[in-house]
C-alpha cells in the first residue's frame, strides 16, 4: 500500500526555518522524480521543489536560494529545508510522486509574525 506521510509544518516568524518531511511507503523514494508542491490560501497549486531519481534538484524561482530538497533513501523520505521564509511561503505543503498518481495530506506552514 502506497502513503506519503507529510509531518514538521507549524508557526513560524518572518526570516525563519522549518524543515518539512514525507516519509513513504509503498515504492521506493529514489526510483521516482519526487515533488514538493504547495498552495497558499486561496491560491491554486504552486510548484515548488523536485528532485530526480539521479539526485538532480530544481526549485521554482519563488524558492530559489532559500529552499533545498533532499531525501535519505535509508529512511525512504524526503524533505524540504525551508530558510529565510517569508509571509506568502504560507500554506499547505504536499509531497508528490511526479505530481501525476501518489500524494501526501500535506502538512501546514504558516509564516507569521
Known amino acids: 500500500q502506497v502513503q506519503l506521510v507529510e509531518s514538521g509544518g507549524g508557526l513560524v516568524q518572518p526570516g525563519g526555518s522549518l524543515r518539512v518531511s514525507c516519509a513513504v511507503s509503498g515504492f521506493t523514494v529514489s526510483n521516482y522524480y519526487m515533488l514538493w508542491v504547495r498552495q497558499g490560501p486561496g491560491k491554486g497549486l504552486e510548484w515548488v521543489s523536485g528532485?530526480?531519481?539521479?539526485?538532480?534538484?530544481f526549485y521554482g524561482d519563488a524558492v530559489k536560494g532559500r529552499f533545498t530538497i533532499s531525501r535519505d533513501n535509508a529512511k525512504n523520505t524526503l524533505y524540504l529545508q525551508m530558510n529565510s521564509l517569508k509571509p506568502e511561503d504560507t500554506a499547505l505543503y504536499y509531497c508528490?510522486?511526479?505530481?501525476?498518481?501518489?500524494w501526501g495530506q500535506g502538512t501546514q506552514v504558516a509564516v507569521s509574525s
Open positions: 508528490t510522486r511526479g505530481g501525476i498518481d501518489y
Open positions: 528532485i530526480s531519481h539521479s539526485g538532480s534538484t
